[in-house]
């Protein structure tokens, strides 16, 4: 578990055994004193060559997740499979729940994008099947944590499958005298994590 976590800490995407993969664009925090009145916002991809993430959340539901720097949870989310409904041929997924929404919609492949098992994308056609965008919005939570330390990763959990991302070049404005925070995220750097506990420090001076 704590190996896990440490390549979480670095960024590094789950790729899991089928191919899919899950990317992040951008993540939007809002952070107000007022209480049950924070809210958050994602934009990203989800790559799954094999189209059965899709169907997964629809069987099974599906839970999103937003984490700190330390990977804390900030905020998590639920949805039933009732609360989920399939588009048609598999092209998609949308998930509603009180002050919460996801989508899943497929969409076309960038161009010059890999496609990581071609064998699999002749249901497609011209948008590269098993290519997805995918949103989220979030709205009168209460964060978990205060202040919100970035950067940010959002984990999408469906059954046994799990899928996160890391954006870590973040923005932070500070308004209403400190009343509302407004933190926006987006792929950067891999950030520099510190080294395992019980590792020296530097040797203080003397004098």
Request: glycine content about 12%.
């Amino acid at each position: 578990m704590r190996r896990a976590l440490s390549l979480l800490a670095l960024g590094i995407t789950l790729v899991m055994t089928a191919g899919q993969e899950f990317t992040l664009k951008t993540v939007k925090v809002t952070d107000r004193s007022k209480a049950a009145r924070d809210q958050w916002s994602m934009k990203g991809n989800l790559d799954d060559p094999m189209m059965g993430v899709v169907p997964l959340i629809g069987q099974e539901g599906l839970t999103v997740e937003l984490q700190d720097m330390a990977l804390a949870t900030l905020e998590s989310t639920a949805f039933a499979a009732s609360d989920c409904k399939l588009r048609r041929n598999g092209r998609g997924v949308s998930c509603k729940t009180r002050g919460a929404r996801v989508s899943i919609r497929m969409s076309r492949r960038p161009k010059g994008a890999h496609v990581k098992n071609s064998k699999h994308n002749s249901t497609g056609g011209a948008t590269g099947g098993g290519y997805y965008s995918a949103s989220g919005m979030f709205r009168r939570l209460q964060f978990l944590e205060d202040p919100i330390v970035f950067p940010l990763t959002v984990q999408l959990q469906a059954g046994d499958a799990t899928l996160f991302d890391m954006v870590s070049s973040c923005s932070e404005k500070i308004k209403g005298a400190g009343r509302t925070t407004r933190i926006t995220c987006t792929p950067g750097p891999t950030p520099v994590t510190p080294g395992p506990t019980g590792t020296p420090g530097p040797t203080p001076m003397t004098t």
